[in-house]
């Protein structure tokens, strides 16, 4: 069953189209890569499949309802989460309370620092935070304040605030980028880890390799359109795909 379906959508800036009638259906429970060059159009499809930027014509619809004219709070409740380029953290909160809050968040509608002043509602968000927090492999780090966490740290931090919220979709735009070659492959793990989790993710990556051992299902972008969709070894061997990268 399709989450996430994204028809004949165009996005021009000025007189440069960014994104040329692009149609995609992102499935329940899958790991859908969207790949391409620097300038393909990637963050902008990202930003339009999340409601963030409004196409010039065409539709998106999240589990049959459109996106558009909704709110970055109604994205949260209606169960879609984005992981941010730069982490949004309270770099003064510890760990825990990091997570407990946005773990609240989905319930509330919005990110709030005063969220945890009800002590009936901490226990349970606390316990939890704790859980996640272990998942991601941050378990001695709970009572840290999130400041002081190492660069890669910081994304596993980042990966449990978005899963605290519990969505439907997860999307991550450029999860490896800027990092060493070892915090690549330890964010890959952690991703194929998420994967077990069942949530649905879209991820998007410059770097090719990072997603083929991944994702069950790869779209290509290059120069706004899409110029290849399917299983990973559809896509590896396209010659449009090896143009693409070699061209870009
Ligand atoms: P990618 O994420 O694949 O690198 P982007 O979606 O960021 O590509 O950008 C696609 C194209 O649209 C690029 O040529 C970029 O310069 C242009 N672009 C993106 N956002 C804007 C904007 N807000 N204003 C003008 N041009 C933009
Ligand atoms: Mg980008």
């Not at 040329?20 to 902008?44: F, M, Q, R, W, Y």
């Not at 309802?65 to 949004?88: E, K, W, Y």
């Not at 968040?105 to 996640?132: C, H, I, W």
Request: glycine share 8%; hydrophobic share 40%; charged share 25%.
């Amino acid at each position: 069953m399709s989450l996430l379906e994204v028809k004949d959508v165009n996005k021009s800036f000025g007189g440069l189209a960014a994104l040329s009638n692009i149609n995609l259906s992102v499935d329940e429970g899958t790991v859908h890569a969207i790949i391409g060059p620097n300038g393909a159009g990637k963050s902008t499809l990202l930003n339009v499949m999340i409601g963030l930027i409004e196409a010039d014509s065409g539709t998106v619809e999240f589990d049959g309802r459109s996106l558009s004219n909704v709110s970055p709070h109604d994205i949260i409740q209606r169960g879609i989460a984005r992981v941010f380029q730069t982490p949004q953290i309270f770099p003064e909160l510890s760990l825990r309370e990091n997570v407990a809050i946005a773990g609240l968040a989905r319930r509330d509608g919005k990110f709030k620092m005063n969220a945890l002043q009800s002590p009936r509602r901490t226990a349970e968000v606390y316990d939890a935070a704790e859980d996640l927090l272990e998942d991601m492999g941050l378990k001695d780090l709970v009572h840290e304040e999130a400041q002081h966490l190492s660069r890669g740290d910081k994304r596993r931090l980042e990966l449990a605030i978005c899963l605290a919220a519990e969505p439907r979709l997860l999307l991550l735009d450029e999860p490896t980028a800027g990092m060493s070659r070892h915090d690549t492959n330890q964010t890959i793990d952690l991703l194929k880890k998420l994967a077990e989790r069942g949530t649905t993710k879209v991820v998007i990556e410059h770097d090719m390799h990072v997603v083929f051992s991944l994702a069950e299902r790869i779209s290509v972008l290059a120069q706004g359109q899409i110029i290849a969709d399917g299983a990973p070894d559809e896509v590896r061997g396209d010659p449009k795909v090896e143009e693409a990268y070699l061209g870009g």
